[in-house]
């Protein structure tokens, strides 16, 4: 089992940044691929980024390129989401996901936080 908290959603204006954060235990988290993913109210699930665990690759939904970033710190065993130049779309709850395929699909994801919402005011 993989126990994932995320932290650091808030309300922010357009135009703002927040930093997300996700902190990993149980299994040994190096084996997972970790990944952002959001729901928007009456939305499916959307992908939104990916980071491999030891390598380092990303990947990310063509609608967040060049704003936001995911990164970890493996000493800490914890994935972060920088999110700059923030838009009224970004509006959603925010989860953290870890799968053993580097995926860009939520069906990839065995494992799930319990989400963050992320409120950008325009």
């Known amino acids: 089992q993989v126990q994932l908290v995320e932290s650091g959603g808030g309300l922010v204006q357009a135009g703002g940044s927040l930093r997300l954060s996700c902190a990993a235990s149980?299994?040994?988290?190096?084996?997972?691929?970790m990944g952002w993913f959001r729901q928007a109210p009456g939305k499916e699930r959307e992908f939104v980024a990916v980071?491999?665990?030891?390598?380092?690759?990303?990947r990310y939904a063509d609608s967040v390129k060049g704003r936001l970033t995911i990164s970890r710190d493996n000493a800490k065993n914890t994935v972060y989401l920088q999110m700059n130049s923030l838009k009224h779309e970004d509006t959603a709850v925010y989860y953290c996901?870890?799968?053993?395929?580097?995926?860009?699909?939520?069906?990839?994801?065995?494992?799930w936080g319990q989400g963050t919402q992320v409120t950008v005011s325009s």
């Open positions: 996901a870890a799968g053993t395929w580097y995926s860009t699909n939520k069906a990839g994801y065995p494992y």
């Open positions: 149980g299994r040994t988290v190096s084996r997972y691929a």
């Open positions: 980071i491999k665990w030891s390598g380092g690759s990303t």
